[in-house]
């Protein structure tokens, strides 16, 4: 069986600077011997399907800065499955939009220097001693604790991201089996211009990860 750290969305270049120590304190506290990435490694705000802000960094320029932060995660986890999101994905999305083939693209895990990284396509769900990972953008959307209304969906456990401001989780049952659904916060510097979309809302983001020991749940918060 398995003992799992979840990394939340890190959205590089907007990652909490002190996100990677955090995530390593985990790994020993919990003696974990697999990773998943949940997803939204990067942020690529300047290529964003959004409005764009004038004032921030061009695509060039992002990427050597979110880069730098990439470097440092890949060096304290160099084995990680990878949940590709809806972020990180976006040269991809760019791409159909014009046109192009995949064919043409480089692949994600090239581009990043992601050696001893599994990737998976957008949408995967990776399956761990019956638990279900996936990134979060399918299937019940925004409502609270949106990983258990899928697992109750499914009547599976499910842990998942997206969700910045969500973390947590809730059981459930039916007569043959109990499941969970966890929502594993993020990692993101809630103030980094790149976040300046969520300025908005009430709810800001929860900075945390999740570990999954045997199938079973914990979330662990990160100390501000």
Known sequence: MSRVLVIGDTHAPAMHPKYIRFLKDMDRKHNCNRVVHIGDLVDWNAISYHEKDPSQPDAKAEYKTAKKQVKKLHAAFPNVDYLMGNHSDLPARKAKTAGLI????????DVWGLDGWKIHPRYHDLIIDGVIYRHGDKGKG????AAFNNADKMHRSVVQGHLHTQCGFEFGANNDRAFFGMQVGCGVLPNHPNMNYAKI????PI?????????EPIIERMPL
């Open 201 to 204: 809302y009430s709810n800001r």
């Open 142 to 145: 925004g409502s609270r604790l």
């Open 102 to 109: 995949d064919d043409v693209m480089m692949p994600f895990k």
């Open 207 to 215: 900075l945390a990860c999740g570990v999954v020991i045997n199938g």
